[in-house]
T-cell receptor
Framework: GQNIDQPTEMTATEGAIVQINCTYQ??????LFWYQQHAGEAPTFLSY??LDGLEEKGRFSSFLSRSKGYSYLLLKELQMKDSASYLC??????????WGAGTKLIIKP | GAVVSQHPSRVICKSGTSVKIECRSL??????MFWYRQFPKQSLMLMAT?????????EQGVEKDKFLINHASLTLSTLTVTSAHPEDSSFYIC????????????FGPGTRLLVL
């Protein structure tokens, strides 16, 4: 079956670094996506990894290991506005996104 | 980046009525559109995939007669919730994909439906 696992909730301090992990099992693989979703809003695209390694984009970085079925999203220099849910999604062989339940990130001052 | 709009952004209706939600790609041709539903504190659930000019493909457990999807043009797909009931209250989000990249989906802003 297809499955995406990520922690339900995480708490971090403003200015700190946080890593959100995601493991996936899908029928085929066409990439791993991370989205940010604020309450009451649609998801917004953060990153896409299809090859192993680290992709850095400003304060956000995403890592992928295809052999381990593992990805993480790294957020640096946390700001209060980063409080949101972070959704991990794997794209299967039909180019369909399989979504995790999301990780609610709480940033404390 | 590409823009996808949804209308309305918020709708309140009485139980038993039908509600139509529009999803438009504003600056690209969307050969495929996806309709998702999201309940509070849960992840997105794919309801159906629609390709322009053909019937939508519904996910298991989604009633096609209740959630009518029409993808009449390359820039417009509609979702009609027929005979809505309070349990249909949810956040409905569409996304669109063009021909240039099968990996890229552009999300609309979502429609919040409340059925009284």
């Amino acid at each position: 079956g297809q499955n995406i696992d990520q922690p339900t909730e995480m708490t971090a301090t403003e200015g700190a670094i946080v890593q959100i992990n995601c493991t996936y099992q899908t029928s085929g693989f066409n990439g791993l996506f991370w989205y940010q979703q604020h309450a009451g809003e649609a998801p917004t695209f953060l990153s896409y990894n299809v090859l192993d390694g680290l992709e850095e984009k400003g304060r956000f970085s995403s890592f992928l290991s295809r052999s381990k079925g593992y990805s993480y999203l790294l957020l640096k220099e946390l700001q209060m506005k980063d409080s949101a849910s972070y959704l991990c999604a794997s794209m299967d062989s039909n180019y369909q996104l399989i979504w995790g339940a999301g990780t609610k990130l709480i940033i404390k001052p | 980046g590409a823009v996808v709009s949804q209308h309305p952004s918020r709708v309140i209706c009485k139980s038993g009525t039908s509600v139509k939600i529009e999803c438009r790609s504003l600056d690209f041709q969307a050969t495929t559109m996806f309709w998702y539903r999201q309940f509070p504190k849960q992840s997105l659930m794919l309801m159906a995939t629609s390709n322009e000019g053909s019937k939508a493909t519904y996910e298991q457990g989604v009633e096609k007669d209740k959630f009518l999807i029409n993808h009449a043009s390359l820039t417009l797909s509609t979702l009609t919730v027929t005979s809505a009931h309070p349990e249909d209250s949810s956040f409905y989000i569409c996304s669109a994909r063009g021909t240039s990249s099968l990996e890229t989906q552009y999300f609309g802003p979502g429609t919040r439906l409340l059925v009284l």
